[in-house]
């Protein structure tokens, strides 16, 4: 292929060593809109490291006809499957409801990745065009805006933090020790060469900083500056943003549905696909209590095409191995879990049951509001998971295992897991043995869809931390570098305390005060 110099610098994420058949009639000549079908995919897996690799995903038609053009969608997407690239899923396609799904093939899932520079002006002129426009119609608030042009202050010592995934760091621990060191190798090399910063449909943000593993951090300097880098966080910040989640259901008090719930109702509706009742209360309250959930009622947009758009049944599935499960078996699993084969009527029916579950919530935690008491000063004093450990058989082998691998648990099988729960989980037991009427809440509100309360949660913590905590932080020091690792802060040491007390305060902000380390 010709190269010429291109105006627009738009860079692709493709696998290394990509093995293509003879080319179609179209040609080599528009390989490169090939490579970009193949980057919508691949990105996925890359930029989110906690994406699973099998899950299908649906291609964003609109985006490839402006991109590719429509005449030759269809071609570049039936030559890339009969290339063993990608492969195409048996989900249905139905109007209005779902689109076809497709995903990386396993030859090439977990190849390195490679960082193509589009060289054809037209096609990185379309794809520029195409990021702009649709960033603007986001209409990302401010302080999306100024994290990301913080990123671009970030480096990363790229020799040193190769030498010590290649020689020093242990991998022997990981279920996929080779899987793992190249996914810390592209995280690195692309790291100073590729920036990437976006926000999720929950308010998250993702970037290389948040794709990057906590042992390689300590390699992380921001450019032209001397100071060191400081992490501060939230302990127990799953657990306490549920404790908040509790705080609000409480608020109503044991009768009313009060407009903030109606607004959260609405919220974990969009993640089903449907609007909602116009109005599900059957006694509102004059005002609404203040919350994250009541002052943000705006929909976020909503991207068929972003990376981000997931819930992540890799890592939170209780009833399948992370790393050890058949294709057939996850493709079962995913099918159940994001909604396939629903339609607008089985919307219409989740939609009446999220509002009587949010009704029974409220009912179930104004009359057990001292085990909520319970829970709650057990995550503000940062103590939950010590707590539930003393709680767990003294010949359980989690009471003498690594913390981090005993809280990625506690998610699996009590606040992220599927309903009905899978038996015999000495964690969840211990835990519906200490909280038993907020397991009942915790069922009960992922009882249309599994993935709604942690989406929902997730979303909390992005208002706290990010739009609140960030901001606060950023007015006070609108010179200094701030980077987000979701309930985390980076920042310059020296301005280590002030990231606490815009942290402490804007939590306050819920009733309750977290401990922050």
């Known amino acids: 292929m010709k190269s010429v110099r291109c105006r627009h610098t738009v860079q692709l994420l493709i696998p290394d060593d990509l093995v293509f058949v003879a080319w179609p009639a179209v040609n080599e000549k528009f390989a490169e809109e090939a490579l970009y079908i193949v980057h919508c995919l691949f990105s996925r897996i890359v930029c989110i490291r906690s994406n699973n690799p099998l899950r299908w995903h649906p291609l964003n038609h609109k985006e490839l006809r402006e991109v590719v053009g429509g005449n030759r969608v269809k071609i570049w997407l039936d030559f890339l499957i009969e290339s063993g690239i990608i492969e195409k899923g048996n989900q249905p396609y139905i109007p209005g409801v779902q689109s076809f799904h497709y995903r990386i093939t396993r030859k090439y899932r977990r190849k390195r990745t490679k960082i193509h520079k589009i060289r054809d002006e037209k096609v990185a002129e379309k794809i520029a065009d195409y990021r702009t426009s649709k960033k603007e119609a986001m209409?990302?608030?401010?302080?999306?805006?100024?994290?990301?042009?913080?990123?671009?202050?970030?480096?990363?010592?790229?020799?040193?933090?190769?030498?010590?995934?290649?020689?020093?760091?242990?991998?022997?621990?990981?279920?996929?020790?080779?899987?793992?060191?190249?996914s810390d190798e592209s995280a690195i090399e692309m790291f100073n060469?590729?920036?990437?910063?976006?926000?999720?449909?929950?308010?998250?943000?993702?970037?290389?900083?948040?794709?990057?593993?906590?042992?390689?951090?300590?390699?992380?300097?921001?450019?032209?500056?001397?100071k060191t880098l400081a992490q501060t966080d939230v302990r127990n910040s799953q657990p306490f943003v549920l404790g908040i989640l509790l705080n609000e259901l409480h608020k109503a008090g044991p009768q009313a549905f009060t407009p903030t719930h109606q607004s959260m109702a609405r919220?974990?509706?969009?993640?089903?696909?449907?609007?909602?009742?116009?109005?599900?209360?059957?006694?509102?309250v004059s005002s609404p209590v203040s919350s994250p959930v009541s002052s943000h009622v705006s929909s976020p947009v909503s991207d068929s095409n972003n990376p981000l758009s997931h819930y992540d049944s890799r890592f939170y599935s209780s009833e399948i191995d992370a790393n050890n499960f058949t294709e057939t078996t996850c493709e079962e699993?995913?099918?159940?879990?994001?909604?396939?084969?629903?339609?607008?009527?089985?919307?219409k029916?989740?939609?009446?049951?999220?509002c009587d579950d949010i009704s029974f919530s409220i009912s179930m935690v104004n009359s057990n509001w001292k085990e909520c008491q319970k829970y709650i000063h057990l995550c503000e004093s940062g103590m939950f998971y010590e707590a539930l450990m003393a709680r767990l058989p003294q010949a359980s082998n989690w009471r003498t295992s690594d913390r981090r691998a005993f809280k990625q648990e506690v998610f699996r099988e009590t606040i992220f897991c599927e309903n009905p729960a899978a038996p015999n989980r000495e964690i969840r037991d211990a835990f519906i043995s200490e909280?038993?009427?907020?397991?009942?809440?915790?069922?009960?509100?992922?009882?249309?869809?599994?993935?709604?309360?942690?989406?929902?949660?997730?979303?909390?913590?992005?208002?706290?931390?990010?739009?609140?905590?960030?901001?606060?932080?950023?007015e006070r020091f609108p010179d200094r570098f701030l980077a987000t690792i979701h309930?985390?802060?980076?920042?310059?040491?020296?301005?280590?305390?002030a990231a606490c007390e815009s942290l402490r305060q804007s939590f306050a902000e819920s009733g309750l005060c977290p401990t922050i380390k």
């Open 267 to 284: 919220l974990m509706l969009r993640y089903l696909g449907g609007d909602g009742p116009s109005s599900p209360v059957s006694s509102p």
């Open 349 to 354: 029916w989740q939609s009446q049951m999220v």
């Open 487 to 497: 309930d985390s802060f980076v920042v310059e040491s020296d301005l280590q305390e």
């Open 333 to 347: 699993k995913n099918n159940e879990k994001h909604g396939f084969f629903r339609d607008k009527e089985d919307v």
């Open 193 to 226: 060469s590729h920036k990437f910063f976006l926000k999720d449909d929950y308010g998250r943000a993702h970037s290389n900083l948040t794709n990057l593993s906590t042992e390689l951090r300590q390699f992380l300097y921001v450019k032209r500056s001397k």
């Open 139 to 182: 209409k990302i608030e401010p302080i999306y805006h100024q994290l990301e042009e913080q990123l671009d202050r970030l480096r990363i010592r790229k020799k040193e933090a190769l030498e010590y995934v290649r020689n020093i760091h242990d991998y022997s621990g990981k279920k996929d020790p080779l899987g793992a060191r190249r």
């Open 435 to 474: 909280f038993p009427e907020i397991w009942k809440v915790i069922c009960r509100l992922k009882r249309a869809d599994h993935s709604i309360l942690p989406k929902l949660m997730q979303y909390m913590e992005s208002e706290y931390v990010i739009k609140r905590a960030a901001s606060r932080f950023m």
